[in-house]
T-cell receptor, first 109, second 115 residues
Framework: EDQVTQSPEALRLQEGESSSLNCSYTVSGLRGLFWYRQDPGKGPEFLFTLYSAGEEKEKERLKATLTKKESFLHITAPKPEDSATYLCAVQGGDDKIIFGKGTRLHILP | GAGVSQTPSNKVTEKGKYVELRCDPISGHTALYWYRQSLGQGPEFLIYFQGTGAADDSGLPNDRFFAVRPEGSVSTLKIQRTERGDSAVYLC?????????????FGQGTRLTVV
């Protein structure tokens, strides 16, 4: 059964303090690994898709990387507006998209 | 429309009543997903449509839950004999499949409260 585990559950950082969020996964026939951002009371907002091990994608202060077992979301010099829940999801050969529980990120000014 | 639209945004219903939640996907997207999200949790998969047919409904918790997509566009999630445990945010997402990028785009959700 496909499974996604995210760590840590919550993370508090000072503004400018870089860190990484982890997403470990097991999936049959990976079609894609996705990162989303979710703000309170809103639907998840798409950030990145990674398709194969070794792939990297960047957007502003965020960079996502992928290995055969896990993905990292690196946040460089974060700002308070980066505070949100970050969700990781995988799509397997059955096309179902399964989510982890998310990491709640809080950036202190 | 420009994005996925879900209506209503909020729904309060009494225990035992029937509710329908609507999802209008991005135009041209053939895949449509329904999820349920409880406070502090990630989205929990319910059902996935490819076109008009339910390709995978393994996440529906029991037979009180049913979803349709009769014309391959708008979808309705139907919950019979609602229970207080059904209270959650119900999210809908659509993606351009097959052959295109597979990332799914979400609506804002319907917050269902069963009292």
């Amino acid at each position: 059964e496909d499974q996604v585990t995210q760590s840590p559950e919550a993370l508090r950082l000072q503004e400018g303090e870089s860190s990484s969020l982890n997403c470990s996964y097991t999936v049959s026939g990976l079609r894609g690994l996705f990162w989303y951002r979710q703000d309170p009371g809103k639907g998840p907002e798409f950030l990145f898709t990674l398709y194969s091990a070794g792939e990297e994608k960047e957007k502003e202060r965020l960079k996502a990387t992928l290995t055969k077992k896990e993905s990292f979301l690196h946040i460089t010099a974060p700002k308070p507006e980066d505070s949100a829940t970050y969700l990781c999801a995988v799509q397997g050969g059955d096309d179902k998209i399964i989510f982890g529980k998310g990491t709640r990120l809080h950036i202190l000014p | 429309g420009a994005g996925v639209s879900q209506t209503p945004s909020n729904k309060v219903t009494e225990k035992g009543k029937y509710v329908e939640l609507r999802c209008d996907p991005i135009s041209g997207h053939t895949a449509l997903y329904w999820y349920r999200q409880s406070l502090g949790q990630g989205p929990e998969f319910l059902i996935y449509f490819q076109g008009t047919g339910a390709a995978d409904d393994s996440g529906l918790p029991n037979d009180r839950f049913f979803a349709v997509r009769p014309e391959g566009s708008v979808s309705t999630l139907k919950i019979q004999r609602t229970e207080r445990g059904d209270s959650a945010v119900y999210l809908c997402a659509s993606s351009l499949m097959p052959g295109g990028n597979t990332e799914a785009f979400f609506g804002q959700g319907t917050r269902l409260t069963v009292v």
